[in-house]
């Protein structure tokens, strides 16, 4: 891979895609719901179930209405990137390919200092946890690297490796922009040169002052209750749909649900609304939804059922 | 006698796993070689973030040729019998022999192992030790299902002889053993074929990675302090980060760098635990102790010495520093213009526990519990309970919640902003203390109030809901607050009656409410056994200072033993007085004496209690014993009333000549009744003085 300094946040994304489309990944689009990580996308929850092999790589829109600061903070939005890559199972040369993709994007090993500092990861969510690193470049976490060993309270087999880039902060770090908001998006010489901050700044103060202050609460509480609900009803059904007479079992369409829960849940966390005792409850509840579409998604096709 | 070389590369190792997994690795597998009998003259282990190695000088070729001889059923047993002997035994029918036994003639059988080569023996025992390694947490990877800390990727494993080395033929889960590995991640990543183990290490250290741990730790230590000595610093001891830190690098390379101006203001403890924290970074301080730089341990050198990496580290740590200044900023704003208040309140909504209400209502309790005991401790009561009501307050400030290890001493800093007295900040600071057996203990009055108020609330709270300790399960760290009371009480001489005083009654549990209202014993009821609790913690304790448990337990059978401080006095005394001559004499007498009256008080069905009179009298030895009890006796009465504990025994010890003398001068038993009786009474003054010190009945041996 030839390796050139990126010029821009978008540079960073377009070299890690075809970097790992290169290295044998489908190279995916984001998922199209609001997920709190890349993590949440079928793409690595589900596909991290079963026997069959994957790999895929894809960018993720992600949502973390808590860390919301009004487009005020250099490093901290309530919209971000991630940059997920999902290998099944897990290749033995994971962790050269992933210093590959450093070097693609321009981190020269001869000069920087990368290491594996231990990092269990877990999402009570999701009813998964891995072992693996934060990856650390010159003293900063640049990538979280797992092997996933359970996901949705079934053990993974064969294991995925999993690599989660976050994309604000390695680009900061790449473009040496102290502040994110700053950072060029598109070339800065482009006849519109654009900054991270022109795209984002003010959707943020205006997702900042929704989701602390405007968001209905009753009315979410009301769309979680529906999303639980909903989510229970799809997978109540007979896997052989009466129409088609085919076994359909629609663990992708209830995983949609489960989704919408956990988004649900964390506006919720954002406006305050969730005691501490309560939390653990709705955390449950969101792991029991997806526990229930992980069960489902073994007896699909792609979970390994025989076709 | 060949020498054997294991290393088990993987992928990075966690820091804090390496040197138990290190010494697992040699337990397991010189255990298994010694069990199979083949020994070896030394062990040595070690490990860096991708290897553990494990070298033994002087294996022996082969494991022993062995023979047993095993006894079977008798000649004439029934033929199943015989037969499943012969399986057991695995030998032929032929090669049993009879032998002539007192019951009548067995067979025997005599078993040959022939010995096995050492690397069949070590194969076997490393797959065993890989398979079964007790990593705190592994894992799988891949479609494989052996399970290592992380991937696993070379098993090199050699026994080297002056004529060369030889592979241990050995294969698990497909990766077959070598005499391959490899160096630096970066700086030498080919592979090194090595024959032995000092070939081993001298080509790593060319390939950049440094095999011993506590070389790595030795270097980070020298190049650090060097690095901060030219400058006319020093750097902050750790040694928990710097063994952490050995644990990150193969090949340790020290860069020191500055902390911008615009945080430098910040509490040394905040930077110190900011860096530690987040950057792994070691804290490097003028004389005055202000942090001004930092020290960062990189894993490789560079082109550049470092330059790229140091200024990387910087950035971060900025940013890092900037969030701690944010927060300190603000956290000050609410200690000087809100008096903390805001702080108070939010304890409101923290859950202490279920069953035991907020921190808010916790507090409340401490401070009326301090308030309460603050004349006995010597401190200013309206003080106590102000340092109480503050204690927990920056539990919720920002700097407290990002990091939670700065409790107390965030404290400090907001209650001498917010203008409170030295005495009530300080408190606020050290009410924690002591957090374990060798943690600093308050002395201040205050500090003592608010601590003691806070480990007796916590343990009256868990033992009102009936939540204590049990076997190795103590998640409040129950024993650590009830080492905490004993340690204060003691360190401080505090005379304290912990149920005479009504101690536990005073924290008032009605208003930690529950669902159910609170429906665990009164303090009446728990307050024996709470009691119990801290006993047996003291017991631990004065253990390790060398007073045996049983001098302890004649100390506690006394009267007045919830008050620590003169139950240890006592015992401390006792202990001494036992160590002397005259003490384990005075012993043996006691138990002469305490023998023949129980005896003759069980046979006679009568108390021998008092009414000695000297007039009945036969002997010189018992005048004598009447005469230096008469001497003794007023001055090991005042002695006890001043709980001098020492002067009581030294009393007791000038009765053991009289004593001894009496025992071999004089027959109990006597044909005249009257005489009998007087000696048994005379016994019982002896009795009745030393059970008064202490319960020597208790004392064993």
Known sequence: MPRHRPRSFQDIILTLQSYWAEAGCAVLQPYDMEVGAGTFHPATTLRALGPNPWAAAYVQPSRRPTDGRYGDSPNRWQHYYQFQVIIKPSPPDLQALYLGSLEAIGIDMELHDIRFVEDDWESPTLGAWGLGWEVWCDGMEVSQFTYFQQVGGHDCRPVSGELTYGLERLAMYVLGHDDGNEMPFNAPDAPIPLTYGDVFRDAEAQYARWNFDTADTDMLLAHFRDAEAECARILAEPETDPKTGRVIVMAQPAYDQAIKASHLFNLLDARGVISVTERQAYIGRVRALTRACADAFLATVPGGRAA | ?701
């Open chain 2, 1 to 701: 006698m060949p020498d054997l070389l294991i290393e088990l590369f993987s992928e990075e190792i966690p820091a804090r796993m390496q040197a138990r997994a290190a010494e697992d690795l040699r337990k397991l597998v010189t255990d298994g070689l010694v069990e199979a009998g083949l020994t070896y003259a030394h062990a040595g282990a070690f490990a860096t973030p991708r290897r553990l190695a494990l070298a033994l000088e002087g294996v022996m070729e082969r494991s022993p040729d062995t023979r047993e001889e095993r006894r079977g059923p008798k000649v004439g047993a029934p033929e199943k019998a015989v037969e499943g002997f012969l399986r057991g035994a695995g030998v032929a029918r032929e090669a049993l022999e009879i032998r002539d036994e007192k019951k009548g003639q067995v067979y025997v059988a005599t078993i040959h192992r022939a010995g096995r080569p050492a690397a069949e023996i070590v194969a076997e025992v490393l797959e065993r030790t890989i398979r079964g390694f007790p990593w705190p947490k592994s894992m799988r990877w891949g479609t494989g299902s052996l399970r290592w800390v992380r991937p696993l990727h070379r098993i090199l494993c050699i026994l080297t002889r002056e004529d060369g080395h030889e592979i241990v033929p050995l294969e698990i889960d497909g990766i077959a053993a070598s005499d391959v590995t490899e160096g630096h991640r970066f700086m030498a990543p080919s592979e090194i074929r090595v024959t032995g183990f000092e070939d081993y290490a001298a080509k790593l250290k060319r390939a950049k990675v440094i095999l011993d741990p506590a070389e790595r730790a030795e270097i980070i230590r020298h190049d650090a302090a060097g690095l901060a000595f030219a400058t006319g610093l020093e750097v902050v001891e750790d040694e928990g980060l710097l063994r952490e830190v050995a644990g990150l690098v193969e090949w340790p390379v020290v860069l020191m760098g500055r902390i911008g101006e615009a945080f430098l203001d910040l509490p040394p403890e905040v930077l110190q635990t900011s860096m530690r924290e987040h950057q792994k970074f070691f804290s490097v301080r003028e004389t005055s102790g202000r942090i001004t730089r930092f020290v960062t341990v990189a894993n490789r050198e560079t082109a550049d010495d470092g330059a790229t990496i140091l200024a990387g580290n910087q950035r971060v740590l900025a940013a890092r520093l900037a969030d701690a200044a944010f927060f300190w900023q603000n956290d000050l704003r609410v200690a000087r213009e809100e008096k903390m208040r805001p702080w108070l309140d939010a304890l409101g909504s923290v859950t202490f526990h279920a069953k035991l209400g907020s921190e808010a209502d916790r507090v409340a309790r401490i401070a009326a519990l301090a308030r309460e005991m603050a004349p006995s401790v010597g401190a200013d009561p309206d003080m106590a309970e102000e340092a109480a009501r503050l204690a927990k307050a920056d539990l919720t400030s920002e700097m407290v919640y990002e990091f939670p290890e700065l409790q107390g001493i965030m404290g400090r800093y907001y209650a001498t902003d917010a203008g409170f007295p030295d005495e009530v900040a300080q408190a606020v600071a050290e009410h924690y203390a002591p957090l374990g057996p060798s943690d600093t203990v308050p002395t201040a009055p205050v500090s003592i109030a608010v601590s003691l108020a806070e480990k007796i609330d916590k343990l009256t709270g868990f033992w009102a809901i009936e939540e204590k300790p049990t076997g190795s399960k103590d998640p409040y760290a129950l024993r650590r607050a009830a080492l905490g009371v004993i340690r204060l009480l003691l360190t401080n001489d505090l005379r304290l009656n912990l149920i005479g005083d009504r101690v536990f009654s005073k924290a008032d549990f009605s208003h930690a409410e529950n669902e159910a209202g609170l429906v665990g014993p009164k303090p009446e009821e728990y307050g024996p056994d709470l009691l119990a609790f801290l006993h047996d913690r003291l017991k631990v304790h004065l253990r390790d200072e060398g007073i045996r448990h049983d001098v302890i337990d004649a100390c506690l059978a006394m009267h007045g033993n919830d008050d620590l401080t003169l139950l240890v006095r006592r015992a401390r005394a006792l202990s001494e007085f036992l160590k002397t001559d005259d003490g384990e004499n005075l012993l043996q007498g006691f138990r002469r004496a305490n023998n023949i009256l129980s005896q003759a008080e069980e046979q006679d069905g009568v108390e021998y209690s008092y009414g000695a009179d000297l007039k009945f009298a036969e002997t010189e030895a018992e005048r004598a014993l009447f005469a230096a009890l008469d001497s003794e006796e007023p001055g090991i009465e005042a002695a006890m009333k001043s709980e001098d504990f020492t002067a009581a025994m030294a009393g007791l010890a000038r009765l053991r000549a009289p004593i001894d003398v009496f025992f071999e001068a004089v027959q109990i038993n006597s044909d005249v009744q009257v005489v009998r009786r007087n000696r048994l009474n005379l016994l019982s003054r002896i009795r009745r003085l030393c059970l008064d010190v202490a319960d020597l009945t208790r004392i064993e041996g």
